[in-house]
């Protein structure tokens, strides 16, 4: 596949800290990636599979994350709740999530993504992060970068948003590049992070600027503590809107995952 469109590189300081180029067939390397299962937010109508070929797998060089319309079964199926992640003994669709969760995580760099969206209503395919302590201060307090989010019903629209606790509610901060069907190729999805800002980019182009001042709360910053990332492929839910049967199955397609730290002056 190409290379990026800027490739950072040792002379302006940029070192590579951790890869994955997809060039092993198979379920996604289980040393550098792990699975969400299940229903796990946005009252999504996806049931995220582990290792399961048909909606995570590394071919032809890249990564596919499939959504799929099927049925299959909710093990977390009981009847009579009225949870939504409870309350369906069978999914009608199923995808993929996957994680670096206690396998790796980075504070500072520049994380580079090269990319091929899946497209038509429903869909909403995303590359972020969360902080590493999610489990111990909860969301948002422990941050999230989002470094592309797409959402089906905004064709031409590529997201980039930063979320955060401020006065202990949820605050956000994020914008949109408009580019004509960003679906149709493969495109690079970047974030520039260090102690002050983050710069979000496509294709080279910055679109997005955070400062991480903005989420300082009672003496806290999550973006100053480590964060893992996530790649995942979502379908309806609170967001994605709408799902169109007809447009299935729908490929997430990545070509590399990239992170880069400055080299020590």
């Excluded at 995303?126 to 999230?144: D, F, K, Q, S, V």
């Excluded at 997005?208 to 003496?219: C, I, M, P, S, V």
Aim: hydrophobic share 35%; net charge negative.
């Amino acid at each position: 596949m190409s290379e990026p469109v800027l490739k950072p590189s040792a002379d302006n300081g940029w070192k590579l800290v951790w890869s994955d180029e997809f060039d092993k067939d198979g379920l996604p390397d289980s040393s550098k990636w792990s699975y969400e299962v299940g229903f796990v937010r946005n009252k999504e109508e996806q049931y995220y599979t582990k290792a399961r070929l048909e909606n995570a797998r590394v071919e032809r060089g890249m990564l596919v994350i499939e959504g799929r319309k099927e049925e299959f079964p909710n093990p977390g199926f009981k009847a009579g709740s009225d949870k939504w992640s409870e309350n369906r003994e069978f999914a009608g669709y199923t995808a993929a999530s996957i994680t670096t969760r206690k396998k790796f995580d980075v504070r500072y760099g520049r994380i580079e993504v090269r990319a091929k969206l899946p497209h038509g209503s429903g869909v909403w395919p995303a590359i972020w992060m969360l902080g590493t302590n999610i489990t111990e201060i909860g969301w948002p307090r422990c941050g999230e970068i989002d470094i592309m989010e797409y959402v089906g019903f905004e064709p031409d629209s590529v997201h980039a948003t930063v979320h955060y606790s401020n006065d202990g509610k949820h605050a956000q901060k994020g914008t949109k590049i408009i580019t004509e069907r960003p679906y149709d190729d493969f495109h690079v999805h970047a974030v520039e992070w260090d102690s002050m800002k983050m710069d979000f980019y496509f294709d080279g182009n910055l679109y997005h600027t955070f400062k991480l001042d903005d989420a300082a709360e009672n003496g806290y910053n999550p973006f100053r503590d480590p964060h893992y990332l996530l790649i995942n492929l979502a379908l309806g839910g609170s967001w994605g809107g709408r799902i169109d049967d007809s447009i299935f199955p729908q490929e997430f397609l990545v070509d590399y995952v990239r992170v880069y730290q400055k080299s020590p002056a």
